[in-house]
T-cell receptor, first 109, second 113 residues
Framework: RKEVEQDPGPFNVPEGATVAFNCTYS??????FFWYRQDCRKEPKLLMS???SGNEDGRFTAQLNRASQYISLLIRDSKLSDSATYLC??????????FGGGTRVLVKP | ETGVTQSPTHLIKTRGQQVTLRCSSQ?????VSWYQQALGQGPQFIFQ???????GRGNFPPRFSGLQFPNYSSELNVNALELDDSALYLC????????????FGPGTRLTVT
């Protein structure tokens, strides 16, 4: 079983719609959680951290469920510019970040 | 832009050869982590360097090695290249070894033929 698993998609989303997807992790000792965004042939960029209480940044909402060991990302009012691959990232004790395989989102007019 | 630079941007090598990739960290950052990203997959942690010492390693064989210099720039060396080493190699710099945020460079795309 992979340490961090994501549905690869693609999620085809009409512009203006809401899309949500999850990521599961296997290490119950994981301490920190992040969502990164990666555009085609570009480097990953931090989208947001995920806090235990859940957090929101504009149209983006991240949730953490420690009991079921998953995190989620919800995008409201999708824009064409939201088309990208969203990488779930988990950090256990120490310095290693473990990335999921990414979920591809395509927002269409 | 993150301020993290990598060179070269693209590279083609033959199986069995050796390659050196370079990374300059963001100003003020003392830690560099290296990742391998195969096509269609997420980045995989290779190792991290902090104050010129290796500080953590992923599941990569010893033919993957690295260095960090006093100015915190770093090199990734891969010996005896294999076809499966073809990937995007990313470096990320951060302040400290357990970073809240890592800032990635644009990557070096390595093709092994």
């Amino acid at each position: 079983r992979k340490e961090v698993e994501q549905d690869p998609g693609p999620f085809n989303v009409p512009e203006g719609a809401t899309v949500a997807f999850n990521c599961t992790y296997s290490n119950s000792a994981s301490q920190s959680f992040f969502w990164y965004r990666q555009d085609c042939r570009k480097e990953p960029k931090l989208l947001m951290s995920v806090y235990s209480s859940g957090n929101e940044d504009g149209r983006f909402t991240a949730q953490l469920n420690r009991a079921s060991q998953y995190i989620s990302l919800l995008i409201r009012d999708s824009k064409l510019s939201d088309s990208a691959t969203y990488l779930c990232v988990v950090k256990a004790a120490g310095n290693k970040l473990t990335f999921g395989g990414g979920t591809r989102v395509l927002v269409k007019p | 832009e993150t301020g993290v630079t990598q060179s070269p941007t693209h590279l083609i090598k033959t199986r069995g050869q050796q390659v050196t990739l370079r990374c300059s960290s963001q100003s003020g950052h003392n830690t560099v982590s290296w990742y391998q990203q195969a096509l269609g997959q997420g980045p995989q942690f290779i190792f991290q360097y902090y104050r010129e010492e290796e500080n953590g390693r992923g599941n990569f064989p010893p033919r993957f090695s690295g260095l960090q210099f006093p100015n915190y720039s770093s090199e990734l060396n891969v010996n005896a290249l294999e076809l499966d080493d073809s990937a995007l190699y990313l470096c990320a710099s951060s302040l400290g070894t357990a970073p809240h945020e890592q800032y990635f460079g644009p990557g070096t795309r390595l093709t092994v033929t």
